[in-house]
């Protein structure tokens, strides 16, 4: 039944991925990241608690949204740069440096989520007597303010979101 399976995937999904995948490289705006899991049986492996899952998904005003998984045993920039071959556009990704050695064709833009979350742990460590009026609270507050325009904002086309 397993082999049923695999031939299945590599029959019927396969070619699904793919045609997905030429589709999602040809979009202006993709959003990435990737994240640790623990495989429990590879061939030749132990254990690992250090394997990766990266996810790639079209912008919110995408014709057709997508989301892609693509598993790697590592975190090297090469992943993000084979899978992103003949990509040009905006790439919404976190702070990992591997993202800015990507082709020029491709700019890297920073994910205001993960921006918020540092200054909240900068607010988070400073005793309560001093955590008025800092630049990480100002931080916060920036943050949430454009969140709030943000969300008034959805729906609505790029170029009157622009505006």
Same mark, same amino acid.
């Given at each position: ?15 699904? =991925?793919?045609?997905?995948h $030429? !589709? ?6 993709? $959003?990435?990241?990737? *994240? ?8 030749r492996? %132990?254990?690992?608690?250090? !394997? =990766?899952?990266? &996810?790639? !998904? %079209?912008? /919110?005003?995408?014709?057709?949204p ?5 598993? @790697?045993?590592?975190?090297k920039? /090469? ?7 003949g990509?040009?556009?905006?790439? $919404?990704?976190d ?6 050695? &990507?082709?020029d064709n491709? @700019? ?5 989520? $993960?921006?918020? @979350? ?13 955590? %008025?009026? %800092? ?20 729906? &609505?086309?790029?170029?009157? @979101?622009? *505006?």
């Amino acid at each position: 039944m397993s082999n049923w399976i695999l031939r299945a995937a590599d029959d019927w999904l396969i070619p699904i =991925y793919n045609e997905m995948h $030429h !589709r999602l490289v040809q979009e202006k705006v993709l $959003h990435v990241d990737e *994240t640790t899991l623990q495989v429990l049986k590879e061939p030749r492996k %132990t254990a690992q608690p250090k !394997r =990766y899952m990266w &996810l790639y !998904r %079209t912008g /919110s005003c995408a014709e057709q949204p997508m989301v892609l998984y693509e598993y @790697r045993p590592d975190r090297k920039a /090469s992943n993000a740069a084979n899978f992103l071959n003949g990509f040009s556009g905006w790439l $919404h990704a976190d702070g990992y440096p591997g993202y800015h050695s &990507l082709p020029d064709n491709v @700019r890297v833009v920073g994910c205001w989520a $993960h921006l918020r @979350r540092k200054f909240d742990e900068a607010v988070k460590s400073l005793p309560k007597q001093n955590q %008025t009026n %800092t630049a990480a609270l100002q931080g916060q507050a920036y943050c949430s303010k454009l969140f709030s325009i943000e969300k008034e904002l959805q729906g &609505l086309p790029p170029e009157e @979101r622009y *505006t």
